[in-house]
């Protein structure tokens, strides 16, 4: 096969996100030759590097002649500094797109199609838009086995976390779809008062206003490498790292980028996404919380119990003990929504302060306990009351410290520019709120990329309302942004169900 | 809600295709103020038009300030000349990709949801991301309801051919798979010249290495407006005209344009972008072509029979009367694959050329009787009788160069830079062949954007072969291409199964 003439190397000063894109000339030699035109993939070839990205073809003004354009990301990816000699050719075929297809038709795939699928993704291989054929093929259809597949390759793809022999290693995770149920890192500071060792990595929001690393970045520094996790561990028992920059089952980040940009999140790869960050991790234990509601991300029982077994199939085909918790999940836990304003629930719970959410509160006790009985560390009973006492005496929020002064010290919580609070539209009982409606206010007003954006609540579901009371405020970092969340309130009133007073 | 400070359209040279992309500098008030990032989904507004578009954030060399980039497609799309004031903002929600997602998790569509999706399409609201997804989840799940609503919406969402009433238009159709089966312009030329009226407009090729349009335009000029169809229908009883051009079913040619990328082809979708493209183009009757064999689109009798009764069912609903042929799709039709090299065995056949593929001739034969049959013009038996008369006459020759005449007159067939012969690796008879990878292998040598790529075949199943004796050509424009085609033979020789001699 002709390797194509050398082309130099330039950055564009093109930023064009996650998916590499080179520039050529139209009227360049190799654009003739090859027969490029603009969205072919291309393989780009520099030393012993590599990469497939996207082509854009620019006329003769933006790029000198015989030079070859990056935009940020492929020139990060490739290491470039400048003017390296560039051959580029037509990409090759990517086999693991049958497999893609064969999935898009309902068919099942084997475990060496779903790891050759994760290994390109995690090469870079893919487009964003043949991850998202993926990702759509896949998003209720993968059986069992094919789910443990994805999981053990997602696993492969990435680093692992090695810890010393026969040591237990407990994680926790909620499924999410709760608004508000930031329970990690109360769970995690109170089990590590009581001795567990907790790893703890989360991810960002996929669909949600916050995710638990977006919350505890208000809090701390969670951009930890794999040295620093394991540093933090031997000084506070736990972590409460972003999972992300420690490129444990990095395919993972590669799929949920996309599956934000089209705000789906199905139930295979979730499941894979969890589990194989716990292997990656080094867990032995892992307790999944899935809470079940009529707005909620599980909106029956039977959808709870399906989910579960799919969880704990796959620990056990993977050898990591999982037990799942089926909990309510009627309404928003706390009063925060988005990073800012859930930390500031969870300070409050973990230095007990009298205004601090009950709700969410009793959610983490509940969950502590049973991560300690999973543990063998009692009855559940003996457990709750031993989780409740280490909350109460304040060693727990002395641990939660501990744990923050080890990443890096704890920070002050960030305040919004802009804020709106908005009021009951007439007197009666709060008695419904929509969390997905709630969710996605939020993100409108910039949650989770702007930590202080988001909403507070100012009522709980069964609370009497006067009109004009305090309902909920709006928070967001500049004017435009909360205008479009006011904006979308202003359509969407009834996500908030209000009886009216007799 | 805040529209933002105006900025200054600048062109940015750079050819990204059909996906609109505009540039803002990261330093930008607006940037900061909406809380834009990397390939954040914008709305970009100019006087009374707007467009959604995906942002690109670049550093301050490449943009003076106050001023926003576009990308050739955006800048194409809204008229621009230089100047002009924009404003741009957060893209609204698309609340179709509700529906999307809602098809993902394989529920059903209503008629509305079907058409808020075409419409967003086809106003170009949907990034190729979000269109990837859309087909991705369709591609094998959509209930006949489902697809009339889609055709329905395809046909409403572009223009409408208009002719005299109670004018019977005919038209026919092959849904592909079958390397060479270039039927339609043979066809076309008898039944007009039998006194049928047929509006031809075709598709580019999705997966295969050339559609009817890609050949023709190896002819003559296909590319006509909407006036220049009808005044070729009015000249000469028929055209052949590529449909992509004439805003006929628009949403279609977006949707095939990804299918492309993902190399799929789902039934419900192409049912929909067949029979569009007849009920815009103002078709009465229809006969569709489907080839069935072991490696043709449709593998089996009963899929071919089920996707018949889907083009029938779908026909009914839109007052078109539709017959399907299910036809012998076990080899490659004729000896060219690729535009130049079908267009010359349609030539050969019209002419009655000796060499002429006989294949090719009595497959035109039986869907011309078929129409003939449709249009209430006698007998099958009579009306076959009637079209190898007309064939054999040269009648169906003159006015075959008669359509041309009237669409800009005939051109000569474009020869390859490059060739390659390859001979038989053993002598026996020649048992089989896979039209999925021959299609392959003309694409890899440039067919279907490179008219004169593809490849000729010099022997037919059944046919003896000596060691060495010419099995087939490839024909490329560039070395690149013939090198790259090559490889993949060397790897692929089995795609030919040569018999050994006893």
Chains 1, 2 share one sequence.
């Not at 854009?56 to 990056?70: K, S």
């Not at 069992?144 to 597949?149: L, P, S």
């Not at 049973?370 to 005496?393: D, K, T, W």
Request: glycine fraction near 8%; proline fraction near 4%; aromatic fraction near 4%.
């Amino acid at each position: 096969m002709s390797a194509a003439l050398p082309l130099l190397a330039i950055p564009m000063g093109i930023d064009t996100h996650q998916e590499p894109v080179v520039f050529l000339r139209a009227d360049s030699e190799v654009c003739r030759a090859e027969g490029f035109i603009a969205n072919t993939r291309i393989l780009v070839c520099v030393n012993s590097r590599s990469l497939i990205a996207t082509l854009n073809v620019v006329t003769n003004e933006v790029l000198p002649a015989r030079h070859i354009g990056f935009s940020r990301i492929a020139w990060e990816r490739l290491a470039l500094s400048g003017n390296e000699k560039v051959t580029v050719r037509h990409a090759p075929v990517l086999h693991s797109m049958s497999a893609v297809r064969k999935k898009m038709y309902g068919h099942t795939l084997s475990e060496k199609e779903m790891d050759d699928i994760i290994t390109d993704i995690s090469q870079h291989r893919y487009s964003d838009m043949q991850i998202a054929a993926f990702l759509t093929a896949g998003v209720e259809r993968l059986n069992t086995d094919e789910i443990i597949a994805l999981t053990r390759a997602m696993v492969d793809s990435g680093k692992r976390l090695t810890w010393p022999k026969r040591l237990q290693l407990v994680d926790k995770h909620c499924i999410g779809g709760l608004p508000g149920n930031r329970t990690t890192p109360i769970v995690v500071a109170i089990a590590s008062a009581a001795g567990l060792i907790m790893a703890k990595t989360s991810s960002r929001a996929i669909t949600s206003p916050a995710g638990t690393a977006d919350t505890m970045e208000v809090l701390t520094r969670v951009h930890l490498d794999l040295a620093e996790i394991q540093a933090t561990v031997r000084k506070a028992n736990a972590c409460l790292a972003w999972g992300g920059a420690v490129n444990l089952s990095p395919a993972d980040d590669m799929l949920i980028r996309i599956e934000r940009a089209l705000d789906i999140d199905g139930t295979g790869q979730m499941v894979a996404s969890v589990l194989s960050k716990k292997i990656a991790a080094g867990s032995t234990h892992a307790l999944i919380d899935i809470p079940v509601g009529p707005t909620a991300k599980v909106r029956s029982q039977p959808d709870a119990e399906a989910m579960s077994q799919l969880f704990e199939a796959v620990g056990r085909a993977l050898k990591l003990k999982v037990r799942c918790l089926i909990t309510e999940g009627s309404e928003a836990i706390g009063y925060g929504i988005g990073p800012a304003q859930e930390a500031i629930d969870v300070l409050a719970v973990l230095q007990n302060q009298p205004a601090a959410p009950a709700d969410l509160r009793e959610r983490a006790l509940l969950l502590t306990s049973n991560l300690l009985n999973m543990a063998g560390r009692g009855s559940l009973g003996a457990a709750e009351v031993q989780a409740r006492e280490l909350l109460e005496s304040g060693k727990a929020w002395a641990q939660f410290q501990r744990i923050c002064e080890a990443q890096g010290g704890i920070k002050p919580i960030p305040e919004a520019a802009c804020s709106l609070q908005l009021g009951a539209r007439h007197s009666g009982t709060l008695l419904a709120m929509d969390n997905r409606r709630l969710a996605r206010l939020a993100k409108l007003a910039g949650a989770p990329n702007t930590p202080a954006a988001g909403l507070r609540l100012h009522a709980k579901l069964g609370q009497a309302l006067a009109m004009g009371q305090p309902l909920f405020t709006l928070y967001a970092d500049s004017q435009g942004e909360l205008d479009y969340a006011a904006d979308y309130y202003e359509h969407n009133h009834d996500l908030f169900m209000i009886g009216e007073s007799p």
